[in-house]
């Protein structure tokens, strides 16, 4: 008889131990899911504002409708760049110097994304396989279509 109660007890702790290790994934992976649904609601948050700065008369401080959004990285030849412009107005501490800024979910670089387009690059503050999640995030301001590649 103390045979059998030994059998059954290692087969419950190898029961509860893996329950545990496939709780412990199920969680990760809820995890991880969550940050980008988090960095894609905050990407569809910044290009709403994007629109509105597009639609934004250049005397009113918007970017007046331009057809590509020019420079970024600091001021040009005595004006600030469109990049940076539109920084400005998402606000979130904008770093002239990198395009970037920062939110509670991750960091956020502004690039030019083609004709009527900007493109966020975020940078998840939650890993996956090692690595940060990585989302590019394409907003074309005229025809309201979205692009999304979500790296990792």
């Not at 501490?93 to 387009?117: A, C, P, V």
Request: charged share 20%; with cysteine.
């Amino acid at each position: 008889m103390g045979n059998q109660q030994n059998l059954l007890i290692l087969l419950a702790v190898i029961i509860v131990g893996v329950s545990i290790g496939v709780g412990m994934n199920y969680f990760e992976q809820r995890n991880i899911n969550s940050a980008r649904q988090s960095c894609l609601s905050e990407l569809n948050y910044f290009s709403s504002i994007a629109k509105t700065w597009w639609n934004t008369p250049l005397e009113q401080g918007g970017g007046g409708k331009p057809r590509r959004l020019r420079g970024g990285g600091g001021h040009g030849h005595g004006r600030i760049r469109m990049i940076d412009q539109l920084g400005i107005y998402i606000g979130h501490d904008y770093n002239i110097r990198n395009d970037t800024f920062s939110t509670e979910n991750g960091s956020y670089r502004i690039r030019q994304g083609g004709n009527y387009s900007v493109r966020f690059i975020c940078t998840g503050n939650t890993n996956s396989n090692g690595e940060p999640i990585e989302i590019i995030y394409i907003y074309n301001m005229k025809t309201d279509e979205v692009d999304i590649d979500i790296i990792n």
